[in-house]
């Protein structure tokens, strides 16, 4: 059985993030969707104000996965949550128990922090990860539909006339 250690990701892993999180566009068919860089990562993960976080996932010391999360608040529960936005095994590692204890070490961080909830999305397609989560309880949560606002569209909305106010 392979020693799974989760650990949390330093600036020197900012080409391994990028590469799992390739990886994981072109396993969800969207490879050519991504836009970040290193740049983009080290300034989000490590600069000086960091805005989310990564682990890595390592089996007998190489490395198998990353999550990368962030805290978002819920005026419900008057609580934060942590949103988990990437989980990503690479190929050759899934069905080691990389990708449970992952989930397992963000559960513990969103309670060790009082988090009212851990969320994130899954592919309506990606039967084996739906498969995956609803096998240890998660459930969907289909009252709700995801919008966005992004590029052009995003840029075009924001420069519009309308009053608004800064924060």
């Not at 989760?6 to 080409?15: G, H, K, S, V, Y």
């Not at 989310?52 to 934060?80: H, K, M, Q």
């Not at 690479?90 to 969103?110: D, E, F, V």
């Not at 966005?148 to 924060?167: E, V």
Request: charged residues 25%; contains cysteine.
């Amino acid at each position: 059985m392979s020693a799974i250690s989760i650990r949390p990701a330093t600036r020197e892993d900012t080409p391994l993030i990028l590469h799992f999180v390739r990886e994981l566009a072109q396993y969800e068919k969207a490879l050519h969707e991504v836009e970040a860089t290193e740049a983009h990562f080290e300034r989000a993960l490590f600069g000086a104000e960091p805005r989310a976080w990564s682990v890595i996932c390592e089996l007998d010391g190489e490395p198998a996965g990353f999550a990368l999360y962030f805290f978002n608040y819920s005026t419900w529960t008057g609580r934060y949550g942590l949103y988990l936005e990437d989980l990503y095994v690479s190929p050759q590692h899934r069905g080691s128990g990389a990708g449970k204890a992952l989930l397992k070490h963000l559960a513990r961080i969103a309670v060790d922090r009082d988090c009212g909830r851990f969320e994130w999305n899954v592919l309506d397609w990606n039967t084996p990860a739906i498969e995956f989560y609803e096998s240890f309880g998660a459930r969907p949560q289909s009252e709700w539909t995801g919008y966005r606002l992004a590029g052009q569209a995003l840029a075009d909305f924001a420069a519009d006339d309308a009053p608004s106010t800064s924060n």
